[in-house]
């Protein structure tokens, strides 16, 4: 089976391999179709998303554009031209693309804006075998890397054998479960509230108001779906965690200092 496997992917590796060529002329092309420079392809090509082409770097409010579109018509030719551009961008290993997929990651500085509670800095803390010790803690937060494709906690080359970048995805995910759970706990109609950074800080530090407020959030989600894309699936998905979710924020709330908590 793993042989298989092996074969398989080799197989992947190849077909990309001859995928990216030069033609007489000296243009890249990618299966079948001109790569051409980004803005070229924006402008002069007319409109700008043809599907005769693919740009030679990645542009993110772009492609969300485009991905919009996609599951707005879900026109199949334009869903392949979507697949084989990112393929592209993996393969060249596109550094602008690398940086649009940290964004998921607990470790992404762009989670750390203000506009939110500063949440993914909490739970990162539990990633540290010394957290008041910075010598012996690996792990840097926000990161400075901000490109998937040279991160410093893929397998191989973890700097924490104790987890790899899929756990820095999956606890962001958890992360973003209680930021959400937090906002819904303002609204004056919510059951339980957090009014101000004295309530913050007990929600984060009490097991009994946590899991009030995580449950209450996830119920939100499940009926409120105008919060954010696709509401109900993360919810569900996260509402098997609430446990663990909990018990990990418990196991860090002595780390939870009231000075270092956003409220605004």
Not at 216 to 234: C, E, P, R, T, V
Not at 240 to 259: H, T
Request: proline share 4%; hydrophobic share 30%; net charge negative.
């Amino acid at each position: 089976m793993n042989l298989d496997r092996s074969i398989s992917n080799l197989s992947k590796r190849i077909e990309r391999f001859d995928s990216l060529n030069d033609d007489s002329n000296g243009s890249n092309h990618w299966r079948g179709k001109e790569i051409i420079p980004l803005d070229e392809r924006i402008q002069p090509r007319g409109t700008p998303y043809t599907l005769e082409y693919f740009p030679d770097d990645f542009d993110e409010v772009w492609a969300h554009i485009i991905e919009s579109e996609i599951e707005e018509d879900g026109d199949d030719q334009k869903k392949k031209w979507h697949s084989d551009y990112l393929d592209l961008m993996e393969y060249k290993r596109n550094p602008n693309y690398g940086k649009s997929k940290c964004f998921y990651c607990l470790l992404s500085p762009v989670r750390d804006d203000p506009i939110f509670n500063g949440i993914n800095r909490l739970v990162a803390k539990g990633l540290g075998d010394n957290k008041d010790d910075n010598k012996n803690n690996p792990i840097q937060y926000p990161c400075h890397v901000e490109n998937r494709f040279d991160c410093p906690y893929e397998k191989g080359k973890e700097l924490d054998a104790r987890f790899d970048v899929d756990h820095l995805f999956e606890l962001a995910k958890m992360a973003f479960a209680v930021e959400i759970s937090l906002a819904v706990a303002r609204r004056d109609t919510s059951s339980v509230q957090i009014r101000n950074k004295q309530d913050l800080y007990m929600a984060l530090t009490n097991r009994e108001m946590f899991y009030a407020i995580l449950e209450q959030g996830l119920d939100y989600l499940l009926y409120d779906k105008k919060i954010f894309d696709n509401a109900s699936k993360f919810e569900q998905s996260q509402r098997g965690n609430r446990d663990k979710i909990a018990g990990y924020f418990m196991n860090i709330r002595d780390e939870i200092k009231l000075k270092e908590l956003r409220f605004y």
